[in-house]
């Protein structure tokens, strides 16, 4: 993409609305604009970012088993009376009168939804155990929205929906989706650590948030300092394994929200004890038979009996992740994007637009790079190499590609690592080696 045809509003102001790091960072890079309260528009760089998370969460919920499927935003109020939820959730639900006067709302989530699609067609226990998930907007009609895509009001999440016959199966499902959440952030660069937690308005009895550790986290948490150097998928187990010693071991290090952790009842020593805070990025529940039972989801058992279905949901916060890898990635420049996530891999940037020599060796470098099937930013603005380094690092493409008159004299390009600042000059060949590698 050449910037000069592209739609990036960056800004140099730092807008005085954004308290926290990643949601100024995010304003300033021209990622998403408020359009209401707690409601974002994704501009074009940050819904590149987006796009990669969500395909990341995808690929892992796939690899787990869990099979894809797309529900509708709006949901009947009908179904949230049958599980008992409709008065239950409050001022969170944004209700909906159609033309009709029918009651319908904007889901805050769907296990009403799912479970009614699914005890529709599945009769049998033969045709279980099953995962389903989506991926899709929800509506949350938060108290106080903050901290930008952090806390929307609307915001992109995925949940899924286990069903199994008994306890069982239910806990291998809830241990799968708990080994697929390790590896999930783990592709995005973070340290998840999953930590007992209290399930809230969505029930049940066992239930793990998932936490990454920043500073401006809006929860504070506990954990055995053992945490900090684990390599959690240095043994990892496949899918097919039993998932029992693995899921015991991650259980067994103490993690706590602060809803959970009891100063007097810590089995963590105080100086072995890491007090920090938190995002959520993922949460996961177990609740049996909460929604399938109000909602007769049964199957026929092996002799014909009448079997109520044991379900969980297993959420990712996807436009939460863009802002809490901003808060565990970025300097006193900009955003550090993590390859996996990064909204093109590599930056070019034209130090003297109009110089023919310039102008050629960019135009071949952005071709082959195109060819090559490597995302490229080109910068071909007539801007300042101050303002044009300074957005790059701003915007925090991992790596830099800078051509200037003087090093084409010496045959030379220079290549910066935005993580590690390092830079090397090197041959265009031998650049475009490295970034085509
Ligand atoms: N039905 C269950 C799991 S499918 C559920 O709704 N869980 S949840 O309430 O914990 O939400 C799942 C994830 O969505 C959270 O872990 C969090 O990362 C994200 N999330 C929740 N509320 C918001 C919000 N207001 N803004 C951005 N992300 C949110």
Known sequence: MRLTRYFLPTLKETPNEAQI????????????RQTSAGIYAWLPLGYRVLRKIEQIVRE???AAGAIELLMPTIQSADLWRQSGRYEDY??????????????MLFGPTAEEVITDIFK??????????????????????????????????????KDAYSFDLDYKGARIAYQKMFLAYLKTFARMGLRAIPMKAESGPIGGDMSHEFIILAET????????KAWLELDVLGNAPSYQEDLDPFFAKHTSIYAATEEKHDAASCPVPADQLASARGIEVGHIFHFGTKYSK??????AGPNGESITLEMGS???????????????????????????????????????QGDAACDRVCEDIYDDLLTAGVEVLYDDRNERPGVKFADMDLIGLPWHLTIGPRGLKSGVVELKNRATGEKLELSQDAALAKLTA
């Open 90 to 103: 409050g001022k969170e639900m944004l209700r909906i009168k159609d033309r009709h006067e029918r009651e």
């Open 217 to 224: 986290g809006e929860s504070a948490v506990f954990c055995d």
């Open 60 to 62: 892992e919920q796939d």
């Open 294 to 299: 109000p909602l007769g989801a049964v199957v």
């Open 21 to 32: 790091v990643s949601h100024r960072l995010m304003l300033r890079a021209g990622m998403v």
């Open 314 to 352: 297993y959420g990712i916060g996807v436009s939460r992740l863009v802002a809490a890898i901003i808060e565990a990635s970025h300097d006193d420049n900009g955003i550090i994007w993590p390859e996996s996530v990064a909204p093109y891999k590599v930056g070019l940037i034209n130090l003297k």
């Open 120 to 157: 529709s067609y599945v009769k049998s226990y033969r045709e279980l155990p099953r995962n389903l998930y989506n991926i899709q907007w929800k509506f949350r009609d938060e108290i106080r929205p903050r901290f930008g895509v952090m806390r929307g009001r609307e915001f992109l999440m």
